[in-house]
Every structure is written in C-alpha cells, then in structure tokens.
C-alpha cells in the first residue's frame, strides 16, 4: 500500500510527470517519449487500472485520498497530496476533479495483430475482427476521444490512426472519452494509405466517408452487411485525402437536409458505427 505524502512544492521534481499538462506541443512530445500518459478524474483512473496500465504515480487534493482510497491500497506507486492551489500552479489549469494519475504506457499492437484477432481489451473473448475504424489525420484531441467512444459504445472492434493522427492517449482525448480510449485495441498505420492493402488483404472493404459524385448512401452500404468493413474518416475541415479516395472500395455519404452538407467528424462516426452495426446471428 502506498502512503499518501504531502508535498507544498510547485517545483518539487516529484511532480515532474504533472507539469505544464495545457501545453499540447509539450505534451504530445514527452508524454509518447517517456512512455507515459496522464488519467484524469475517478472512474477513468480505475478504468485504466482495470485495463492493465501500470500507475506510476497519483496526484491527489486531500477530499480525493478517502475516494480513492481502495486505489491507493491496491498500488505500489506514490501517492502525492496536494491543495488545489497547488495542483493548479503545477498542471496550469484549475483541477476540477481533484485527482490525476500518471501511467504507463503499454507497446502499441502491430495492425496485423489487431485485425487478426490477437490483441483483446480485458473482459473480451477473442472473436473474429469484422468492423474497424480509421481516423485519418484526426488533429483534435476531443474529437478523437469522443470517437473512440462511440467506437467503444457501438460495437468496433478495433480503431487504427494514421501516422498524423492526434495522440488518443493524450489527456483531454482520455477525459472526453471516458477511459473508452482504454476498451478499444487500436494500432498506429505506418505507410498510409498504402497500409489500405493490409486491410484489403485480410477480407475488408474499405468505404470512405466523404462527399463525391461516386458516393453511396450509408444505408446502401449497411443493407449489404459486408463481412469486413473498415469505414474511414478525415480530418476536421479538408476530410480524406486524396491517396484513400483514390484506394477505397467505396465512398459512402451520409444524406444530409437544410443545407447542411456533413457532420462533425465525431458524429459522423457514431452514424456510421450505428448503421453499420451487426444485426440478430
């Protein structure tokens, strides 16, 4: 068990994992390097507990150590308390939920892993992978974190990101999701879009979300309940690119009145993950 230790210092080192966390180019740069990203909030702490991310350390306003209490005993990392004053000078922003834990990061999955089956979130039997994601160059951390979980709460079965793609593992993507960026495997393409060829090697059909003549409506792609589906989604404003509008199987639209022509990328997603969703065995 560990035991809670007060600290009164903004530049006590012990802390160094908690600093400057409202710089995003800081951030998105250490945290990756030093394999680390920061959980914020009661339930996303323990969901990232329960999802086998190992705590290197938690920081805590004193109305948070009775709350996380059963956390505390469980864990061997260092418990830091600290007065919301405090917190605020250190992390650059006013700590609404009173509790921060530092964890570490796990190795990202090969895609090849992941589309075969071999990766599995904790409490899932293995199951044949039939219905993925990928979010092209995604640059908004909330977007990406309530993607994920749509993803979560529909029924994907596994998210991939382009190499430009926002980090889902950075704080605020964690925080819009709800720890739901812990319940879905996900990989890191390396080669984008020529990794649209592993995709189609394992049996997918790669449909791109997007506005062309060639488009199909998203009910005519899920009356068809392809056995694999990998649905594609761009980048806030510009959309896909133009290398995976040339290499997609289809590109699919989602009919749209008043004059609106789409959605935000993070509703479009939950669209497309509804209709697409596996009916009755």
Known sequence: MAEPIAVDDPDDLRLADYTSLTDVELRRRREPAEGLFIAEGEKVIRRAGAS?????????????????SDVIAATTAPVYVVT??????VTGYHVHRGALASMARLPLPEPAE???GAVLPPGRERSPVQRVAVFEDIVDHA???????????????????????????????????????????????????????????AGFTVAALCLSERAI???????????????????????????????ADEH??????AGVDSLNVAAASAVAFYATRPGPA
Request: glycine share 8%; aromatic share 10%.
């Open 52 to 68: 086998g991310y190992g705590m290197r350390s938690m920081l805590l306003s004193a109305k948070w150590v009775g709350v996380m």
């Open 84 to 89: 919301p004053e405090l917190a605020e000078r």
């Open 114 to 116: 992941l589309l075969a």
């Open 143 to 201: 977007n990406l974190g309530a993607a994920f979980r749509n993803a979560a709460a529909l029924g994907v079965d596994a998210v991939f990101l382009t190499p430009r793609c926002a980090d889902p593992f950075y704080r605020r993507s964690v925080k819009v999701s709800m720890g739901a960026v812990f319940q879905v495997p996900w990989a890191r393409w390396q080669s984008w879009p020529k990794d649209v060829e592993i995709l189609r090697s």
């Open 217 to 247: 409506t998203l009910d005519e792609l899920a009356a068809r309940h392809d056995e694999k589906l990998a649905l594609v989604f761009g980048t806030e404003g510009d959309g896909l690119t133009p290398g995976i509008l040339a290499a």
């Open 252 to 257: 699919v639209r989602i009919p749209m009145d």
